[in-house]
């Protein structure tokens, strides 16, 4: 046996003698005494000891199957995928003026039409055959403004996965201004799992963030129905900061239990740094604000100090994993208002990024979009190939105005990777 190439041994202090141990690829981590490890490392690996490492991933047969199996992880994840999974952006009107919205100047009162929601219903029948499992994950602008559609939309596929012994669900990625308990428990009889909200900071960061269209903060409203609603499906909080606002993000969470909401009411809380918009036609001009890689040191930083103060209150949030792009998997959609077809929410409105339409069907797009980008010789030697898979193709547009190239996080999982497993070590959930 040998020790598995994907590895990331750490020395652990807090346990002079150990090492930390973890699989890039299987995200399994294990302390492990440093006699061990050189056992490992010489062949000489107990038979008591070789049978837990090898359930964990920590050692393999042999390396060179290794690395064509992780080159084969994402087939594989598309094989076994039991889940068709549609991104609708339902509409581009909002009733909020977020200064660092991706979509920008596309926004306006543009709404899905009865007619293209017949089609993407039509287009979600066909794509789910064989699929136990169909999920709808409603965007906007701002979804709750299209309520009546969303639930009319809700109400056929629920009726169609029933009919053929299959499961419908739904989630929301809403602003949270308009979710109010009336309209909770009557999306959940239709179907909705959970919703993604967002609070940018403490009351005064993020009114300045995320105000209503008028200009007045939003933040009360927000947690007011939060406070409201937290019972009925799962909410899961995000929050977007840039360089100067990051450190105010604490002074969030003692709001929140101060309010009473305490880990167990919400599912789940990730904090996200603000990507810069790339200079087209639908960015903010007025916007200038927000990072261009993962790997600028202020995110390392920023990254690692709020997800460990989510972690020390007691708040769930993201672990380590496998993370690749939405363009290589299969069975995922985003339809935009208009029936056309992307790969991913960030890329609508960009003609040249969309895949099709409801009418006409999809494309091939294996070459325009570079599907498989990531099995190049650099990727395929990189120990963190099976935590990002090339990184995040718009985040590669953002940077280069074109998806032609992988986004590389080695430096940044270099810096913070260690910091990230050791925090969910000690904090680990029970």
């Given at each position: 046996m040998k020790l598995s190439y994907y590895i990331k041994a750490f020395p652990y202090s807090e346990k002079p003698g150990y090492l930390l141990l973890f699989s890039t690829r299987r995200s399994s981590k294990i302390l492990l005494r440093e006699e061990t490890y050189d056992a490992i490392l010489s062949g000489k690996l107990s038979t008591e000891n070789e049978s837990a490492l090898l359930k964990l991933g920590m050692i393999v047969p042999d390396i060179v199957v290794e690395k064509a199996e992780v080159l084969g992880m994402l087939d594989e994840i598309n094989a076994i995928n039991d889940r068709l999974n549609v991104s609708v952006i339902i509409n581009l009107a909002c009733n909020f003026r977020c200064?660092?919205?991706?979509?920008?100047?596309?926004?306006?009162?543009?709404?899905?039409?009865?007619?293209?929601?017949?089609?993407?219903?039509?287009?979600?029948?066909?794509?789910?055959?064989?699929?136990?499992?169909?999920?709808?994950?409603?965007?906007?602008?701002?979804?709750?403004?299209?309520?009546?559609?969303?639930?009319?939309?809700?109400?056929?596929l629920r009726s169609f996965a029933q009919s053929k012994g299959a499961e419908y669900s739904f989630t929301l990625v809403t602003n949270g201004s308009l979710y109010k308990r009336r309209v909770a428990e009557e999306l959940v009889s239709l179907g909705l799992y959970g919703i993604k909200t967002t609070l940018d900071?403490?009351?005064?960061?993020?009114?300045?963030?995320?105000?209503?269209?008028?200009?007045?903060?939003?933040?009360?409203?927000?947690?007011?129905?939060?406070?409201?609603?937290?019972d009925i499906a799962k909410i899961g909080l995000g929050g977007n900061y840039t360089q100067n606002v990051y450190e105010d993000f604490p002074l969030l969470m003692d709001r929140l239990e101060k309010d009473g909401l305490t880990p167990e009411k919400l599912h789940e809380i990730n904090f996200y740094p603000v990507m810069k918009n790339p200079g087209d036609v639908s960015s903010r001009v007025d916007f200038t604000d927000g990072f261009m890689s993962v790997n600028e040191p202020w995110v390392i930083k920023a990254g690692t100090l709020l997800r460990e103060e989510i972690l020390r209150r007691g708040y769930r949030t993201s672990k380590v994993s496998p993370s690749p792009c939405q363009i290589d998997l299969n069975d995922s959609y985003v339809v935009n208002y208009d029936g056309s077809i992307y790969k991913c929410p960030s890329f609508i409105g960009r003609k040249e990024l969309h895949i099709?339409?409801?009418?006409?069907?999809?494309?091939?797009?294996?070459?325009?979009?570079?599907?498989?980008?990531?099995?190049?010789?650099?990727?395929?030697?990189?120990?963190?190939?099976?935590?990002?898979?090339?990184?995040?193709?718009?985040?590669?547009?953002?940077?280069?105005?074109?998806?032609?190239?992988?986004?590389?996080k080695k430096p940044?999982?270099?810096?913070?990777?260690?910091t990230l497993i050791k925090q969910e070590i000690k904090y680990k959930r029970k």
């Open positions: 200064a660092y919205c991706y979509e920008g100047d596309m926004k306006g009162r543009h709404y899905m039409t009865d007619e293209t929601a017949r089609l993407l219903t039509e287009f979600i029948k066909d794509r789910s055959a064989g699929k136990p499992k169909i999920n709808i994950d409603f965007y906007g602008g701002e979804p709750l403004l299209s309520l009546g559609l969303i639930k009319s939309i809700s109400s056929d900071g403490p009351p005064e960061v993020h009114n300045a963030c995320r105000p209503f269209r008028s200009g007045a903060g939003s933040f009360e409203t927000i947690i007011g129905n939060i406070k409201e609603t937290w099709g339409n409801l009418r006409e069907g999809i494309k091939d797009y294996r070459t325009s979009h570079k599907l498989g980008l990531y099995k190049n010789d650099e990727c395929c030697e990189c120990v963190y190939l099976p935590l990002c898979f090339g990184g995040c193709r718009y985040m590669t547009y953002v940077r280069d105005g074109n998806i032609d190239s992988v986004d590389c940044y999982l270099d810096a913070a990777l260690e």
